[in-house]
Every structure is written in structure tokens, then in C-alpha cells.
């Protein structure tokens, strides 16, 4: 059971737009930065969003993250064969003396 | 541009301490205000974040693990490692060492990551 809760998947066509949810809590998405990390099948996860809405240089404004409260959303637009992956997000947690904390993935489909 | 590369044995006997290292190349791994941190996958499952080591050396572990988890530095060899004791079964996972920047107390996330090592943990 994760701390961040994500839908365990998504799809969506070519050229869609697409977000993926991620709900929280008051001591870690309430209270911190949100990241989104992409893993494509058989490799390493990549930072995808840092501090809730930041792309890092590389990752193409087609990538969107957003922060309500206790959730985040991750948007993807003009959506690609190549986006077809597993998408985390993640949060510093303030309890049990601090810890990083991820959602449980969520597997995006490119029909 | 920084690279991790993690190392250490593919299997692991249970009960028995699991030890692996992440070396550090393209940059040195006591320059700059970074967390040097241990995530862990099971196959076919999410991201389990281990724990972290400062540049200065203080360390943050899961509160899950943090009886058995040790993470350290060794700035002459450019390396940080893991050490993970008593295992079982349930320990066998993909281990991603990773880099994280830290400017005045703010997370910028984990910008490098190693391609990770398969752990397994049988007899």
C-alpha cells in the first residue's frame, strides 16, 4: 500500500491529452513539493517534474504538473507512441521523522 | 555529466547482510549540496525510497527499514554505499542508487540515477 495514491493506469490516443492523479496527505503533498518521475519499460526512472511544476532542461513542455492541496495531477499533451510508460509520483513525507515517499505507478497506454 | 553505477552481488543468502556500492563518476561526490540516495523496485512493482546520505555525511532512512538499513560515503573512492541486513525474500528488488539536489533546504528532485542492479535473495 502506498502513501500516494495513483490510478494503476491510463491510456489514451496519438495527439490526446492525458493526466494521471496523485492523492496525498497533509504531511507530505499538503506540505511539500510534488516530482514526477517516468520509467520506461526495462530502464531507470527519469525526473519528469520537480517542485511541483518544473521541468528540468530536456523534457518537452508537453509534460505539465499541477498541485491542489493534498493531490497533484501530471498532464500530457499532444500524447506520443514513445510517452508509453510508468509514471511516480513523489513527495517528501514529514511523519515518522521524514521519508520520500512514491505513488504505487501508474502504467500510461498509447492505444 | 555525472554517471552512478551500482555494484555488489546478484544474490544474496537470507538472513545474511546485503552490501552495494555506487560509484560516482564525472563529478566529485563531496563538491555541491547533494543527497546521495538508495531507491529499491521489486519486480513488477513501485518505488520503494531506502534512505539518503548528505554531502556533509548525515543520513534519513525509511522508518520501515531503518533498523537494518546503514548508508555511508567514501569521498576517497568517490563512492557511497548500502548496507541492508537480516534479508528475506521480500528484500529481492531492482537497487537505484540516485542523485538529488538540495539548494537552501529545497528538493530538486532526483536528477541521476544509475541503471540499477538486480538483488536476489535466496538460498
Known amino acids: 500500500q502506498s502513501v500516494l495514491t495513483q490510478p494503476p493506469s491510463a491510456s489514451g490516443t496519438p495527439g490526446q491529452r492525458v493526466t494521471i492523479s496523485c492523492s496525498g496527505s497533509s504531511s507530505n503533498i499538503g506540505s511539500n513539493y510534488v516530482y514526477w518521475y517516468q520509467q520506461l519499460p526495462g530502464t531507470a526512472p527519469k525526473l519528469l517534474i520537480y517542485?511541483?511544476?518544473q521541468r528540468p532542461s530536456g523534457v518537452p513542455d508537453r509534460f505539465s504538473g499541477s498541485k491542489s492541496g493534498t493531490s497533484a495531477s501530471l498532464a500530457i499533451s499532444g500524447l506520443r507512441s514513445e510517452d508509453e510508460a510508468d509514471y511516480y509520483c513523489a513527495a517528501w513525507d514529514d511523519s515518522l521523522s521524514g521519508r520520500a515517499v512514491f505513488g504505487g505507478g501508474t502504467q500510461l497506454t498509447v492505444l | 555529466q555525472v554517471q552512478l553505477q551500482e555494484s555488489g552481488p546478484g544474490l544474496v543468502k537470507p538472513s545474511q547482510t546485503l552490501s552495494l556500492t555506487c560509484t560516482v563518476s564525472?563529478?566529485?561526490?563531496?563538491?555541491?549540496?547533494?543527497?546521495w540516495s538508495w531507491i529499491r523496485q521489486p519486480a513488477g512493482k513501485g518505488l520503494e525510497w531506502i534512505g539518503r546520505?548528505?554531502?556533509?555525511?548525515?543520513?534519513n532512512y525509511n522508518p520501515s527499514l531503518k533498523s537494518r538499513v546503514t548508508i555511508s560515503v567514501d569521498t576517497s573512492k568517490n563512492q557511497f554505499s548500502l548496507k541492508l541486513s537480516s534479508v528475506t525474500a521480500a528484500d529481492t528488488a531492482v537497487y537505484y542508487c540516485?542523485?538529488?539536489?538540495?539548494?537552501?533546504?529545497?528538493?530538486?528532485?532526483?536528477?541521476?540515477w544509475g541503471q540499477g542492479t538486480t538483488v536476489t535473495v535466496s538460498s
Open positions: 540516485a542523485r538529488e539536489s538540495v539548494v537552501r533546504g529545497v528538493l530538486y528532485g532526483m536528477d541521476v
Open positions: 564525472g563529478g566529485s561526490i563531496s563538491s555541491g549540496s547533494y543527497y
Open positions: 517542485r511541483n511544476n
Open positions: 546520505i548528505y554531502t556533509s555525511g548525515s543520513t
